[in-house]
């Protein structure tokens, strides 16, 4: 069974000592390590060296990224001046790897020192103050990768450490987390399948009751009268689906709290000739005001987005 590949990410000479705990401590979990140092990277003879590194970075099943106080060395894609000044925009390889992972939406977590995070707080409140001696980082591009880090919507897990230590316990609490949710998921769509297959079944068997009943009631009774009683039937069968369906609908969720029907919230929206009309039906099924406002509010919201 093939090992889980966890990308390692971070500058080198800086974090060198954590990257071997780690290294040792993702191979304990049965995981299979990637560094770049350890010649766990194919480099491809054709293209830079860290084209071979996004490339791989894309292809591990977990991404750890571990930010220090250097930025790291510009990409090859870039026009490479040796030395850089404190406050000169770049991209680095490390911040370029994290992208590759997140493209692919490869589960990711993110290991800042706490020196770092610091000074990034002394940062966000003097952004365009550059008389500002940083004691910790090389560079003001670590603050706008963490920046670009911290406000993603999701794929951001950030953990402050001091101690390699400290680093293994929140990485295998959220690994273990990870498995976890697994096992659900694989529960849930068990369960899931489980229930497809008996609504199929029971639609199977409704059906088949349908047209037994049309039968029986064809051959007993009045060919007319028959006919007129299988159409009301269809019919009920017809309102009791457009019920389901219309109980779903935010609109209408609402108004049942309040113990008004799926019928008569139905007949609500329905009758309502205008917005002031539909809040003074609102307002006479709830009883509430309040209630009435609220459900005018969120379609008018609606109604303005549509527009």
Not at 127 to 151: K, M
Not at 152 to 161: Q, S, T
Not at 245 to 261: M, Q
């Amino acid at each position: 069974m093939a090992k889980p590949r966890v990308f390692l990410s971070s500058t080198f000479y800086d974090l060198k000592q954590v990257r071997s705990t780690l290294e040792n401590f993702i191979a304990s979990l049965g995981y299979g390590p990637v560094l770049s140092e350890k010649g766990s990277i194919a480099y491809s003879p054709d293209a830079a060296l860290d084209e071979s590194c996004y490339r791989e970075a894309k292809g591990c099943d977990i991404f750890v990224l571990i930010i220090g106080g250097p930025y790291g060395s510009e990409v090859s894609e870039s026009d490479r001046v040796e030395t850089k000044g404190f406050f000169e925009r770049y991209e680095s390889i490390t911040r370029k790897e994290y992208e590759s992972a997140i493209e692919r939406d490869i589960p990711t977590y993110v290991l800042l020192e706490k020196s770092v995070f610091s000074e990034y707080e002394t940062f966000k409140r003097n952004r365009d103050n550059q008389t500002i001696n940083y004691a910790h980082v090389d560079s003001v591009n670590i603050f706008g990768f963490i920046d670009y880090i911290l406000t993603r919507p999701r794929g951001n897990p950030v953990y402050h450490f001091e101690l390699s230590t400290e680093i293994e316990t929140w990485l295998r609490e959220q690994w273990a987390g990870l498995f976890r949710e697994l096992i659900r998921s694989r529960a849930e769509r068990t369960q899931l399948s489980s229930l497809a297959g008996q609504v199929a079944d029971l639609t199977n068997v409704s059906a088949t009751l349908k047209r037994y009943l049309e039968e029986v009631v064809v051959r007993v009774g009045d060919k007319k009268e028959a006919e007129e009683i299988i159409s009301e039937e269809e019919a009920k069968l017809s309102n009791s689906r457009v019920l389901a369906e219309l109980a779903n609908l935010s609109p209408i969720s609402d108004l049942k709290r309040y113990d008004v029907s799926v019928e008569a919230a139905r007949d609500v929206f329905a009758g309502a000739s205008s917005l002031t009309d539909l809040a003074r039906r609102v307002e006479t099924a709830t009883n509430r005001k309040v209630m009435a406002d609220a459900v005018i509010f969120a379609l008018e919201g609606k109604s303005q987005i549509r527009g």
